[in-house]
Nanobody
Framework: VQLQASGGGLVQAGGSLRLSCVAS????????MGWFRQAPGKERELVAAISWSGGYAYYQDSVKGRFTISRDNAENTVYLQMNSLKLEDTAVYYCAAGLPGIGVVHTATGYNFWGQGTLVTVSS
């Protein structure tokens, strides 16, 4: 599986961005997907994740009510809609694919394919 993330950029605080991650291969629809982020000097952290069916979503507390993860299995794409962006949301964002048939996992070890990262910079 290859993952291609896009949609990052520079946005003012309070603004919005939509990240996209397109996956290759036939197993996308059987994999939970996650969006992680890593800020300078910090560890990579899970921001949001979604089950293979889209019926379950997990959000880190700091983004609840502001970010929405969704997926389109017909298009092999997972999205992260980010609203009300804050300075502390600045990071490189990575999409990741979990193991086939496994539910949402909250740690990076549960994901075995990673996109290249897209930079989100929130300015004041």
């Amino acid at each position: 599986v290859q993952l291609q993330a896009s949609g990052g950029g520079l946005v003012q605080a309070g603004g919005s961005l939509r990240l996209s991650c397109v996956a290759s291969g036939r197993t996308f629809g059987s994999r939970a997907m996650g969006w992680f982020r890593q800020a300078p000097g910090k560890e990579r952290e899970l921001v949001a994740a979604i089950s293979w069916s889209g019926g379950y979503a997990y959000y880190q507390d700091s983004v609840k009510g502001r970010f929405t993860i969704s997926r389109d299995n017909a298009e092999n794409t997972v999205y992260l809609q980010m609203n009300s962006l804050k300075l502390e949301d600045t990071a490189v964002y990575y999409c990741a694919a979990g193991l086939p048939g496994i539910g949402v996992v909250h740690t990076a070890t549960g994901y075995n394919f990673w996109g290249q990262g897209t930079l989100v910079t929130v300015s004041s």
